[in-house]
């Protein structure tokens, strides 16, 4: 298994552009989410999926965009880039209800720059 | 609302001490997980521990150890005879659950940075 996958590691925008980044696991994991990492801060989740078909807002949604057409993937849309939007994002994934062993398991991230 | 407060910024420790990581957290579920995750310098998050909260044993792998406080409400992590490859972030995290389920959502202290000198 690869487990979670993130791609790219690195990026950098100009204010007002617009890019995926992209997310995929292969362990047949049924809940998906983003966070952003920043200093100080911790991670913070920007939006989660419980299924295919199903995603939902989480603490800090504005400016993103979500959508998850099979298990396996979750992009997270940048629809205007802005500095603030500068950042380390992770993507998660864990087993979905009814079963114990509800861990997150983290991507290696996505640092993106906002110019 | 839920919150996982981390009040030590930064710590800093000769290897072979003993450091202990402090985690309080606030939620209004009767039932919720708390985690403790570890990010390297590489930046990858690293799954250490999860808690059950109506498991209030302690538990100890090696050299890391959890002591879960109901009572106060914290969850805090120690490291015996620390050494160089333990330097890190550490994250605390909470995870409340609602009709037995997470839904996938946890949230994360602020983290510690650890730093084990030679």
């Known amino acids: 298994n690869a487990g979670v996958t993130q791609t790219p590691k690195f990026q950098v925008l100009k204010t007002g552009q617009s890019m995926t980044l992209q997310c995929a696991q292969d362990m047949n994991h049924e809940y998906m989410s983003w966070y952003r990492q920043d200093p100080g801060m911790g991670l913070r989740l920007i939006h989660y999926?419980?299924?295919?078909?199903?995603?939902d807002q989480g603490e800090v949604p504005n400016g993103y965009n979500v959508s998850r057409s099979t298990t396996e993937d979750f992009p997270l849309r940048l629809l205007s880039a802005a500095p603030s939007q500068t950042s380390v994002y992770f993507c998660a994934s864990s087993y979905g209800s009814g079963v114990p062993q509800e861990t997150q398991y983290f991507g290696p991230g996505t640092r993106l720059l906002v110019l | 609302a839920q919150k996982v407060t981390q009040a030590q910024t930064e710590i800093s420790v000769v290897e072979k001490e003993d450091v202990t990581l402090d985690c309080v957290y606030e939620t209004r579920d009767t039932t919720y997980y708390l985690f403790w995750y570890k990010q390297p310098p590489s930046g990858e998050l690293v799954f250490l521990i999860r808690r059950n909260s109506f498991d209030e044993q302690n538990e100890i792998s090696g050299r890391y150890s959890w002591n879960f406080q109901k009572s106060t409400s914290s969850f805090n992590f120690t490291i015996t005879a620390s050494q160089v490859v333990d330097s890190a972030v550490y994250f605390c995290a909470l995870s409340g659950l609602v009709g037995g389920t997470s839904y996938g959502k946890l949230t994360f202290g602020q983290g510690t940075i650890l730093t084990v000198h030679p």
């Open positions: 999926s419980v299924g295919a078909g199903i995603t």
